[in-house]
């Protein structure tokens, strides 16, 4: 059974990755958004009750973190302070849904989530390196 899920991970990870280079050209943002959210899925084997429950406590947790994001974007990047601030604003947030999320996962899940966000976020990031290497 594990060998089946690593393959089908595996799987899905190279489609993720083929789909990516089709992302960046139309609508990204929501596209990515959409990846996103399949990707999550897969990564914590949501049942359909689970992802039911999940996904407007995750959608709240994502628009505010947006906010956050938005709010010290255009705070110099050499302001030190700016950038602490999004920090403590961030980890407040992320105590605060952690605990959002085990009432709707197991604390398993929940465990999972936040490796399963920081994979998705290398695996962009690979993404957009390697695309813009092409470019240059």
Same mark, same amino acid.
């Given at each position: /059974?594990?060998?089946?899920?690593?393959? @089908?991970?595996?799987?899905?990870?190279?489609?993720?990755?083929? @789909?990516? *280079? /089709?992302?960046?050209?139309?609508?990204?943002?929501?596209?990515?958004? *959409? /990846?996103?959210?399949?990707?999550?899925?897969?990564?914590? @084997?949501?049942? @359909?009750?689970?992802?039911?429950?999940?996904?407007?406590?995750?959608?709240?947790?994502?628009?505010? #973190?947006?906010?956050?994001?938005?709010?010290?974007?255009?705070? *110099?990047?050499?302001?030190?302070?700016?950038?602490?601030?999004?920090?403590?604003?961030?980890?407040?947030?992320?105590?605060?849904?952690? *605990?959002?999320? #085990?009432?709707?996962?197991?604390?398993?899940?929940?465990?999972?989530?936040?490796?399963?966000?920081?994979?998705?976020?290398?695996?962009?990031?690979?993404?957009?390196? #390697?695309?813009?290497?092409?470019?240059?």
């Amino acid at each position: /059974m594990k060998l089946k899920h690593i393959i @089908s991970t595996g799987i899905f990870a190279l489609l993720l990755l083929c @789909s990516t *280079s /089709m992302i960046f050209g139309q609508d990204g943002a929501k596209k990515i958004r *959409s /990846m996103k959210v399949g990707f999550l899925t897969e990564k914590l @084997s949501l049942t @359909s009750e689970e992802a039911e429950l999940f996904w407007p406590v995750y959608n709240k947790y994502q628009d505010r #973190k947006d906010a956050i994001r938005k709010e010290y974007k255009n705070a *110099s990047q050499t302001d030190a302070d700016a950038h602490i601030k999004r920090q403590e604003a961030e980890l407040t947030l992320d105590k605060e849904y952690n *605990s959002k999320f #085990k009432k709707v996962l197991a604390a398993e899940k929940v465990l999972l989530l936040h490796q399963a966000e920081r994979e998705w976020t290398k695996i962009l990031l690979q993404e957009i390196r #390697k695309r813009k290497s092409k470019d240059e």
